[in-house]
């Protein structure tokens, strides 16, 4: 004990410098900004100072405890231990922040392990090269690579990729490979040992541009994320101005045939007038059955109350019309929904087309029924149409067609209103259903689309 205390006392003492503790300030501030979702509120920036100083003081602890425990007889400064002593509490930090989905905290708990052991290897080397500089100037020099982590985390944290989750997968699993490949060459990087201010100034330049190519990978695939983003919002506008038009069609033709029946109005009044005064009611009523029919036939607009919603249903009772395919529903909504018009529009199109593809392609006849309605604080979305399969198969023509409608962009938008999605198949019939928080701020789906970030 006695001996393992002096050994703390001798880490403290010795290895502690002021470059050192500035470094694993760095460190936790890196992970801190990583994160995202800062605040300018007094209260938040209290809260996210204390998870640095946390963090700061973990890194610390870690880094003496590992050095100390891996050799009990003598004090070893391991540079590879005080790497994964700065990393441990950040990945655990950045692991357990938030409410993203798992990929993005993986991307990030990735960026940010590779990022930190490049930037300790580039410290390395400039602290190697300082000792030819002159004394003020090397230590100042020994303090710049740190400034490189809450650097990369501040862009990271920035250009935050949870506003836009829809990454598309091979990107996804590519930055992993590269992140973790400049990992491994960076480790193999760090057991050159030379005299060389040649070599070293060559490993620290090579080391600078994995720290480039690594941030610049992650702003790549947060670019790619946003247009795709920008480009679902656009179909959904299209989709939304599509079921305007329609319902002004739908209204336009509603008005046309209420003058013409106003202008034969008249003559059938009269006409059952007469049949009422000769005391054939059996004709007067089978002659107002008649002219109900030939008046109004068909014709049917939805208006549930909620502007968005009869605009959709419209449009799909449209399509439902020139398919041939019965739609039924039940709504029962408030006048105005928290969620955004176009995942609105994107769920219950995607959803509702599916149902009358399935129909259309499956030659089994049959209605689509819809409900919808609010219970509990959640929206409840159920759609079931007949279906001659016997398992679930997700794939649509829509999606090989590339319309970009597919189960993801449902998953995505029921997981952003922390909801439920639920998909079987029971009695020949496709069952889907959807529950959304009310009172979800939908944070990634609310993110401002005029962000040019």
Known sequence: MEAWLNHLKEFFTIFITAPFIFQL???????????GH??????????????????????????????????????????????????????????????????????KVFLYVSSAYVVTEITHQVNMLSFSIPSP???????????????????????????????????????????????????????????????????L????????????????LYATSKNQKKL???????????????????NEESIERTSIARHDMKNHYAYIASLLEQK???????????????????????????????????????????????????????????FKETDLCSLLTNLIDNALEAIEREKNGGSVDIQIYTKGGYLRISITNPTNRKEINLKTTKESQGHGYGLKIIRSIVENYNGFLNMEIKDGMF???????????????????????
């Open 280 to 338: 054939k009611y059996d004709e007067a009523y089978q002659y107002v059955s008649t002219v109900n029919e030939e008046s109004y036939g068909n014709f049917h607009i939805i208006d549930c109350g909620n502007r968005i919603l009869s605009s959709i249903l419209n449009l799909e009772l449209s399509k439902a019309r020139i398919k041939g395919i019965q739609l039924k529903y039940f709504v029962a909504v408030p006048k105005e929904l928290p």
């Open 38 to 107: 800062l605040h300018l509120q007094k209260k938040h920036i209290l809260f996210q100072l204390l998870w640095i100083v946390v963090l700061f003081a973990s890194m610390l602890l870690l880094c003496m405890l590992s050095n100390s425990f891996d050799n009990p007889t003598s004090f070893a400064f391991t540079p590879t231990l005080v790497v994964f002593s700065i990393i441990i509490p950040g990945v655990v930090f950045i692991a357990l922040s938030g409410h993203s989905k798992w990929q993005n905290k993986l991307l």
């Open 431 to 453: 069952e889907t259903d959807i529950m959304m928080d009310m009172d979800s701020k939908g944070e990634k789906a609310n993110a401002s689309d005029s962000d040019d970030r």
């Open 137 to 203: 100037l090397a230590t100042f020099y020994r303090f710049l690579p740190s400034l490189l982590m809450p650097i990369a985390g501040a862009l990271v944290g920035y250009y935050n990729i949870n506003r836009y989750s829809e990454e598309e997968k091979s990107y996804f699993i590519l930055s992993l490979a590269v992140f973790l490949a400049l990992f491994v060459i960076t480790f193999l990087s760090s057991s050159i040992e030379t005299d060389s201010a040649y070599l070293r100034t060559f490993i």
């Open 205 to 220: 330049v090579v080391l600078i541009s994995f720290l480039i190519t690594e941030i610049g990978i992650y702003l790549g």
């Open 232 to 250: 679902l919002d656009l179909q959904a506008q299209a989709k939304l101005n599509e079921a305007a038009y329609e319902t002004l069609k739908l």
């Open 25 to 35: 300030f760095c460190a936790a501030l890196d992970a801190v900004l990583s994160v």
